[in-house]
């Protein structure tokens, strides 16, 4: 069933406490924890608690909690005391999506280039 942890997803061991993260916040559906090969001085990962493969069908499937997500990034920015940031779902092989489950990465404490790579 749609969201429904899927016992061969990273980001839902991690929502389960079964592989370890350094966790920066947690709400009743989500989590962020730091990127463990991070891009910048800020790369937070923020993760809806239920599995959705990517950024669109999490919004299509369960709006209010996409919503949850990026408001999570910005309170993720307001611990880092960042006044900038970059949010980046990447979305299909192509464009770098290695883990399919749902996630913003927050990036920030640096100059960042635009347009992006
Ligand atoms: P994607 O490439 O799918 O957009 O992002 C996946 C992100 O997950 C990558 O930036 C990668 O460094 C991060 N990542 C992969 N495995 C782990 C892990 O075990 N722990 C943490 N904290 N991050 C991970
Ligand atoms: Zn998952």
């Given at each position: 069933?749609?969201?429904?942890?899927?016992?061969?997803?990273?980001?839902?061991?991690?929502?389960?406490?079964?592989?370890?993260?350094?966790?920066?916040?947690?709400?009743?559906?989500?989590?962020?924890?730091?990127?463990?090969?991070p891009q910048?001085?800020?790369?937070?990962?923020?993760?809806?608690?239920?599995?959705?493969?990517d950024a669109?069908?999490?919004?299509t499937?369960?709006?209010?909690?996409?919503?949850?997500?990026?408001?999570?990034?910005q309170?993720?920015a307001?611990?880092?005391?960042?006044?900038?940031?970059r949010?980046?779902f990447?979305t299909?092989?192509?464009?770098g999506?290695?883990?399919?489950?749902?996630h913003?990465?927050v990036?920030?404490?640096?100059?960042?280039?635009w347009?992006?790579?």
């Open positions: 069933m749609a969201g429904e942890p899927q016992d061969d997803c990273l980001f839902c061991k991690i929502v389960a406490g079964h592989v370890p993260a350094t966790i920066v916040r947690e709400s009743e559906t989500t989590v962020a924890f730091r990127d463990i090969n910048a001085p800020t790369h937070v990962l923020v993760i809806p608690k239920a599995h959705y493969p669109a069908s999490l919004a499937a369960a709006p209010a909690l996409a919503a949850d997500v990026l408001r999570e990034t309170a993720v307001d611990e880092d005391k960042l006044d900038s940031y949010v980046v990447n299909g092989g192509g464009a999506q290695t883990v399919w489950h749902a913003a990465h990036i920030g404490g640096r100059g960042l280039q347009p992006p790579g």
